[in-house]
């Protein structure tokens, strides 16, 4: 089994509206290795919008319903992300 790792952060412009409604709006990316996670990582940092950034490894993340939207992308699907 190959585990993943997965960038989350909060995402202040999305929070509270839309489809977050009354929730906190957590962005995760699944990457497939930690030299992937730390691009994403980096990224997601250059974004003043972006906090509460973490790399997270093995299990997917979960974040209650009620509280939390969630949005997960694929590292290769997000191309803001994924530059070298």
């Not at 202040?12 to 929730?23: D, Q, T, V, Y």
């Not at 996670?37 to 950034?53: F, G, P, Q």
């Amino acid at each position: 089994m190959n585990k993943k790792y997965y960038v989350t952060m909060t995402d202040k412009a999305l929070s509270g509206w839309g489809c977050a409604g009354n929730k906190i709006s957590k962005f995760i990316i699944e990457c497939d290795n930690y030299n992937d996670a730390s691009i994403a990582r980096d990224r997601a940092l250059t974004r003043s919008e972006m906090k509460y950034v973490n790399i997270n490894y093995g299990k997917e993340p979960y974040y209650n319903p009620n509280r939390y939207h969630v949005s997960i992308e694929k590292f290769e699907d997000a191309p803001y992300f994924n530059k070298r």
